[in-house]
């Protein structure tokens, strides 16, 4: 009788652990398979907005948040304008997390926005654009203004200058705009050491003159003139 009654209890047991192990399947595969219900956007791209992003999302709403292709929506992703690197998350039940990266801003090109890996895309509507490098030249010159650009600011460095702007017309002619707003011409040729020469007087120039100086044209063989 007691072995009958411990079989019994074991059946029970064992009855009663399938029964849990259901529950607890079934409640797993409806955790898992909860559709889409919330997108969260981290980025510090200066050129996407949340709502180009969102664009792209959308269609995705209601979609079981285990059945998304992330790499289909990566790719999707990478398409927008400025886009670089795309890192997205299945946050259970219901989220998907969605990291934007971008290649650094080198500056302002012409009024658009130009990013280290060379493309050249719109600023978002809500960028603060004050802190950014301008650079004006055409097309064709672009790379020359690239490749001068890092001795440029080498220079304005060893004389503790900022660079906030940087023009090269089309006869070729540089023209540098310092933070503290002075507009510095070093003309066609021999442009590093009319630099370093302009930032080992521009000290003694700024205390000389209580007004502030506006521009300094260093194209002069023996000297140079300030307006």
Known sequence: MLFKSKRALYMMLAVLLLMLSAMMVCGLLYFLNQPL??????????VVSQQ??????????????????LAKIQSQLQTLPGVGKVVLA????????????????????????LLEDGSIVPPRKDLDTSSLLNISASDHDLPKVLGDLPHFRAILKRGRLKLKGISYTDWGVYQLQLSDGVHVILGRAHQAYRLALFTKVYPDLKAEHKTPINRVDMRYKTGLALA
Request: charged share 15%.
């Open 37 to 46: 219900r919330q997108i969260k956007i981290y980025s510090a791209n200066p």
């Open 52 to 69: 180009a992003v969102e664009n792209v999302l959308k269609p995705l709403t209601h979609t079981k948040l285990l059945k998304l292709n």
């Open 90 to 113: 299945r946050i259970y039940p219901n989220t998907l997390q969605v990291h934007l990266d971008s290649p650094a801003v080198l500056g302002l090109f012409n009024g658009n926005v």
